[in-house]
Nanobody, 122 residues
Framework: QVQLVESGGGLVQAGGSLRLSCAAS????????MNWYRQAPENQRELVAS???????NYADSVKGRFTISRDNAKNTVYLQMNSLKPEDTAVYYC????????????????WGQGTQVTVSS
């Protein structure tokens, strides 16, 4: 059974930094894309950043130049380094990984972390 566990959220003042981590465990054959989403109260969940197996990245316009997504394939872990945080970055952050479990063919399933709260005070 594949599980994702997130860590690293918290409370920070505007201009500060946080680093989120999301580690996958279980019987894993391959991991394709890794992503970070966020959802603020009364808002839809939005894609913040994504990273392909080879390292290509994409970012939402609102976080470009401030956030950096990275991955450690040996550890099945994706990171989100968040710098110059703003109050509007306050949200629950969710990671997702597109994982092919061992012995389950070659189609990936999307797995989600439990979410971690990031609160930026002004």
């Amino acid at each position: 059974q594949v599980q994702l566990v997130e860590s690293g959220g918290g409370l920070v003042q505007a201009g500060g930094s946080l680093r989120l981590s999301c580690a996958a465990s279980g019987s894993i054959f391959r991991i394709n894309a890794m992503n970070w989403y966020r959802q603020a109260p009364e808002n839809q969940r939005e894609l913040v950043a994504s990273i392909a197996p080879g390292g290509n990245t994409n970012y939402a316009d609102s976080v470009k130049g401030r956030f950096t997504i990275s991955r450690d394939n040996a550890k099945n872990t994706v990171y989100l380094q968040m710098n110059s945080l703003k109050p509007e970055d306050t949200a629950v952050y969710y990671c997702s990984q597109d994982i092919i479990p061992t012995g389950m063919g070659y189609n990936a399933n999307r797995y989600w972390g439990q979410g971690t709260q990031v609160t930026v005070s002004s």
